[in-house]
């Protein structure tokens, strides 16, 4: 469970931090594409989902698993007595009943965080969000993302002295995830620069939004759905560690742009 989440945080986005790259890229003059932000809540749904199913459906076959071997133990204390085939070891072929793909996946797309962000998108295809844009988001979201992300850092803080109790795997994962999974993006935004003239200014932010990790939406989805995970791994290991190690990359990835690319 804490290994799923972890990697729910680490494919989702940070918007934080996607909201820093634009803004880097603003302020030293470099274009890139408008759609850019649009690609956010595709690869932040699409990553939590994948955790979340995934985390449910081994939870789903440990739980099947079990009464299995416990059927199979008292089998097998049957025959040892002379009990013959009769009893717990025949009710081991009968077929165990999990909860279906199906059923996980719509639990977890009736989620809150997923619902709004599933709605979010609904909002902008169907509606004409110009007037909410520009009397909510434009004066206020630099405000209010820094008010949450001093919360996050309090609580990143926290989690900090409580990770090295959980696993020294998730220290080197926060550190070096979010190079790792930047350079793949890096990669895959090259390969576009080439076939669709895709600017370098979007192959950095498309880097950027790899490296990252979420911060908002993440964290309250996985803990409401796998309550069984330990915060402490993953929102240490993500937030604490691979926020920071994503914002500071950026010049690296602009640095990259310019050397491959040229901006």
Do not use: C
Request: charged share 10%; proline share 5%; net charge negative.
């Amino acid at each position: 469970m804490d290994g799923m989440a972890t990697a729910g945080l680490f494919g989702a986005v940070s918007a934080s931090t996607l909201a820093a790259g634009m803004m880097m890229l603003d302020g030293e003059g470099i274009a890139y594409e408008g759609f850019i932000g649009a690609l956010y809540p595709f690869m932040d749904i699409a990553a939590l989902v994948t955790a979340i199913v995934l985390a449910r459906v081994s939870a789903e076959r440990r739980g099947a698993a079990a009464p299995a071997i416990g059927l199979q133990a008292g089998g097998a204390a049957t025959l040892a007595i002379g009990g013959g085939g009769h009893g717990p070891m025949a009710q081991i072929d009968s077929p165990l009943e999990t909860t279906s793909v199906r059923e996980i996946l719509t639990d977890t797309f009736r989620s809150p965080a997923i619902s709004a962000l599933l709605l979010g998108i609904a909002i902008g295809l169907f509606a004409k969000p110009d007037m909410v844009f520009e009397s909510f988001y434009q004066p206020l979201f630099r405000g209010l993302l820094s008010i949450l992300m001093l919360v996050m850092g309090i609580e990143a803080w926290a989690r900090l002295s409580e990770l090295k109790k959980v696993a020294h795997a998730y220290v080197l994962y926060g550190l070096m995830a979010p190079l790792v999974h930047g350079l793949i993006g890096f990669g895959l935004g090259l390969i576009a620069h080439h076939l669709t003239g895709f600017s370098a200014g979007g192959v950095v932010l498309l880097s950027v939004m790899a490296a990252s990790s979420s911060d908002i939406s993440g964290p309250p989805t996985l803990r409401g759905a796998l309550p069984e995970a330990n915060p402490s791994a993953y929102i240490g290991a993500s937030t604490g560690l691979g926020t920071p190690v994503a914002i500071l990359s950026i010049p690296f990835f602009i640095a990259l742009a310019d050397l491959v690319i040229g901006l």
